[in-house]
């Protein structure tokens, strides 16, 4: 499943012209990966375990946010995206979640709290915060209703 959200994250980011047909495929795509971040986005915050670092649903669930971004970065999925019920409520609620859960444990959803000195950072998670802001600021851009919910 992380290879398949790898191969759909290359082909969003494309800076190839794309027909109105792969347009509506996106936007079917859309619909899908939005549903299972939804449902699947619990499964980062087992990840503050040691037990649970390589966790398969949280890595989908990582890789979902990562191509939920990059579609949002795209203007002619944003505004269908922007749309979508309750997209922008779970990615505030899952920022808050895990700002909660890294006050608690060892914060490993962002790079500064992860570097002790020069060792590279090699955990999934981290950055995870980040691209929660990504998704919230896209859904948010030139969006009053959703600056509003904001």
Same mark, same amino acid.
């Given at each position: 499943?992380?290879?398949?959200?790898?191969?759909?994250?290359?082909?969003?980011?494309?800076?190839?012209?794309?027909?109105?047909?792969?347009?509506?495929?996106?936007?079917?795509?859309?619909?899908?990966?939005?549903?299972?971040?939804?449902?699947?986005?619990?499964?980062? *915050?087992?990840?503050?375990? &040691?037990?649970?670092?390589?966790? @398969?649903? /949280?890595?989908? #669930?990582? =890789? %979902?946010?990562?191509?939920?971004?990059?579609?949002?970065?795209?203007?002619?999925? *944003?505004?269908?995206?922007? &749309?979508?019920?309750?997209?922008? @409520?779970? /990615?505030?609620? #899952?920022? =808050? %979640?895990?700002?909660?859960?890294?006050?608690?444990?060892?914060?490993?959803?962002?790079?500064?709290?992860?570097?002790?000195?020069?060792?590279?950072?090699?955990?999934?998670?981290?950055?995870?915060?980040?691209?929660?802001?990504?998704?919230?600021?896209?859904?948010?851009?030139?969006?009053?209703?959703?600056?509003?919910?904001?």
């Amino acid at each position: 499943r992380v290879t398949l959200l790898e191969l759909m994250m290359a082909k969003v980011s494309e800076k190839n012209p794309v027909t109105s047909e792969e347009i509506n495929v996106f936007m079917r795509h859309a619909n899908f990966l939005a549903g299972c971040f939804q449902e699947k986005r619990e499964a980062v *915050l087992k990840l503050t375990s &040691a037990a649970d670092a390589e966790d @398969e649903e /949280a890595l989908v #669930t990582i =890789r %979902l946010l990562d191509v939920l971004c990059e579609m949002t970065s795209n203007n002619r999925q *944003l505004e269908h995206l922007q &749309a979508l019920p309750g997209l922008l @409520e779970t /990615a505030v609620d #899952t920022l =808050r %979640l895990t700002h909660l859960a890294g006050k608690q444990a060892v914060n490993i959803f962002t790079a500064t709290h992860v570097m002790t000195g020069l060792e590279e950072i090699s955990h999934p998670a981290v950055g995870f915060k980040s691209h929660l802001i990504r998704l919230i600021g896209n859904l948010c851009y030139k969006n009053k209703e959703n600056q509003d919910k904001v």
